[in-house]
């Protein structure tokens, strides 16, 4: 795993543009080497003020949307379309307001979906998607794989002791999650370390422990689960400088005006 960079922005705000405007040129640049790119997307605050930021930027048109594949690291188990899914946030924020192709979005199966009410079966579904995508692997090579962490310092619905976080499998059915709602998918260490560069975005005061504990080099993923969000080419750490404020003074990284 590659060992984290650090860039430290004034605000959320801030942050949410920074991270947008690096999302854009990362996205056309495998576009211009490859002909299309993959990103996976995450939910909460800063992972929908990114996805904001985009939609309201002119630079947004640099990015050859048709040919972009849209995938999650997570999400809420319930029906479509409700407000508490990631999908339905992210449609909100950006994706229903650029012209994707549908048969790139690759959503997570709902609770009304294909599947009912069997996460399980859901989580085997769309590993199988992950997978045909692929071309033979368990995963996609993402481009990029964007996370938010929480106070616990849970990434993706990977939350501290939970047997997802030793599944070796594609995708995880989660059940009894400490944050509500309690049954998710998720995205397992493994597709989550396929990715080529994975942001770790944090911001406010309540996510400052969480940072300082994943960043730690002793930190043992199973109790620290950002510890374990590592890309395989590079792994940054995108903050505002409240979420920073519980660094050690030698962490290093940019610190924007």
Not at 128 to 138: C, D, H, K, S
């Amino acid at each position: 795993m590659t060992p984290p960079a650090v860039l430290v922005h004034r605000d959320q705000a801030l942050l949410a543009e920074a991270a947008a405007a690096r999302l854009v040129t990362r996205i056309a640049d495998a576009q211009a080497a490859r002909g299309s790119a993959s990103v996976v997307l995450t939910g909460g605050g800063v992972g929908t003020a990114v996805l904001a930021a985009l939609a309201a930027s002119g630079a947004r048109d640099a990015v050859d949307w048709g040919r972009l594949d849209v995938w999650w690291g997570d999400e809420r188990f319930l029906p479509a379309g409700d407000p508490e899914r990631n999908e339905t946030g992210a449609r909100e924020a950006l994706l229903d307001r650029v012209p994707l192709d549908p048969a790139r979005v690759h959503a997570m199966p709902a609770a009304d979906g294909p599947d009912g009410d069997d996460p399980d079966a859901a989580a085997e579904r769309y590993a199988a998607e992950l997978g045909a995508a692929a071309g033979g692997g368990p995963v996609p090579s993402f481009d990029v794989l964007m996370l938010g962490v929480g106070p616990d310092a849970h990434v993706a619905s990977l939350f501290p002791e939970m047997p997802a976080l030793r599944d070796e499998g594609a995708v995880a059915a989660v059940r009894g999650a400490p944050k509500p709602p309690p049954t998710r998918l998720s995205l397992t260490f493994p597709s989550l370390r396929a990715a080529d560069e994975v942001w770790v975005l944090a911001a406010g005061e309540s996510k400052a422990k969480a940072v300082a504990r994943g960043l730690s080099p002793d930190a043992d993923p199973f109790q620290v689960p950002c510890a374990g969000a590592r890309g395989r080419s590079r792994t940054l750490f995108l903050l505002d400088r409240a979420a920073a404020s519980e660094l050690p003074p030698d962490a290093g990284g940019f610190t924007s005006p």
